[in-house]
């Protein structure tokens, strides 16, 4: 499987950005897609995952409540819509795939894009 992630840029904190994830290769409603981010100088966290049917979907308690993740299986796409974002929601963010149940942890995931950056100014 191979990720592009898309839709990073500059947002004022209180804006909005959507963050796109566009699979392809051997994809299938099995795997689980999930966000992850990467601030400067700190280590990469779990943000968002989404079971294959979408029955399944956990947030990090830093987003629950302003982040959305949401997928499209026949479009190969997944999405994280980001609202009331924050300066300390600033970085780089991946989306990453793997077969089996939901998790949170990264080394879970066996394939990653290659990040797209987010900014957001106080």
């Known amino acids: 499987v191979q990720l592009q992630a898309s839709g990073g840029g500059l947002v004022q904190a209180g804006g909005s950005l959507r963050l796109s994830c566009a699979a392809s290769g051997r994809t299938s409603g099995l795997y689980v897609m999930g966000w992850f981010r990467q601030a400067p100088g700190k280590e990469r966290e779990f943000i968002a995952a989404?079971?294959?049917?979408?029955?399944?979907?956990n947030y990090a308690d830093s987003v629950k409540g302003r982040f959305t993740i949401s997928r499209d299986n026949a479009q190969k796409m997944v999405w994280l819509q980001m609202n009331s974002l924050k300066p300390e929601d600033t970085a780089v963010y991946y989306c990453a795939s793997r077969l089996g149940s939901v998790s949170r942890y990264q080394s879970h995931y066996r394939s990653w894009g290659q990040g797209t950056l987010v900014t957001v100014s106080s």
């Open positions: 989404i079971s294959g049917n979408s029955d399944i979907i």
